[in-house]
DNA sequence: GATTCGTGGGC
DNA sequence: TGCCCAAGAAT
């Protein structure tokens, strides 16, 4: 049981909120979902980039709103073809997910990107953070967005840590609330996002270049170095998601069904094989065909 | 809460 | 060179 960090004070809080704003104006990034982007565009962008680099998804977002400019566009197309588009990003589930929102969209909301934290949660593939991003980014909307460079960058200013817990305290959503400016919080989100994804890095913070280093509790205190649990660094050569990787590839570079001897040449150990081959099945991300063959979704 | 789920780049 | 990390969600 951590003791909450003293609230700033007011005078802090203001200088904080008007540095982090003023930095963001001169040093973020160009990026497309940020140029004017429709709320389906963000919504792409928000789906691609969880738990993804922004260069690798630059390409594949460009592509995506090309062939795809609506949840009508998207929802009318296969969700085979969606997998097939999202290529190499990884969580293939994401582009299930996203296709089906699409579906949603269409069904429940006219084609039209709900702006509402409630209808954007009910989507799949949508939790708490993408639905405060959507709706702040795309709808100017008034939320705590946290993310994983929100996290650590309010973890040491105004905790003092060098990183956040394992997952979101009710302790650290209050703190997000009260941190929350009272108008233009869309663009603190955007802008704290920014500075920790540019300024305050996991690894290498630029504290020399941080325009609120001397409001940070973190460097006051020295860079205590964090002690908590940390997530298991997932292990990778030999693992299911190994496997269902190489089995997706050879479906996504196949125009069409791919006869089951053809699968099983990617992976050694049939039992792992099948199991993987199951899963992806049971996932929605691969479907049987005829008796011997598999496909992407059609 | 802890696990599972891809992929690739940086240090 | 391995290890850590990247705009999380669902179960």
Known sequence: MTRAAAPFPVADLVRLHERVLEWFDVA??????????????VMVS???L???PVSRVLPVYESWLQRWPSPAALAADSPGEAVRAWGRLGYPRRALRLHAAAVAIVAHHGGEVPPALDDLL????VGSY????????AFAGRHVVLDTNVRRVFARIAEGEQLPATSVTSAERGLATALL???????????TMELGALICTARSPRCTECPVADLCRWRAAGYPEYDGARRP?????GTDRQC??????VLRDSAGPVAKPQLDLVWPDAVQRERALDGLVADGLVEPVGDDSFALPG
Do not use: C, K, N, V
């Open 181 to 191: 400016p009272a108008t233009e919080a869309h663009r603190w989100a955007a802008a």
């Open 122 to 125: 009910a989507l799949p593939g």
């Open 233 to 237: 660094t997932q292990s990778w050569d």
């Open 50 to 52: 969880q738990q993804t």
């Open 130 to 137: 993408t639905a405060a991003a959507i709706s702040s980014f």
């Open 244 to 249: 269902r990787g190489r089995l997706l590839a």
């Open 28 to 41: 973020q990034r160009d990026l497309p979902w940020r140029r004017d982007a429709s709320p389906w565009a």
């Open 46 to 48: 928000e789906f691609m």
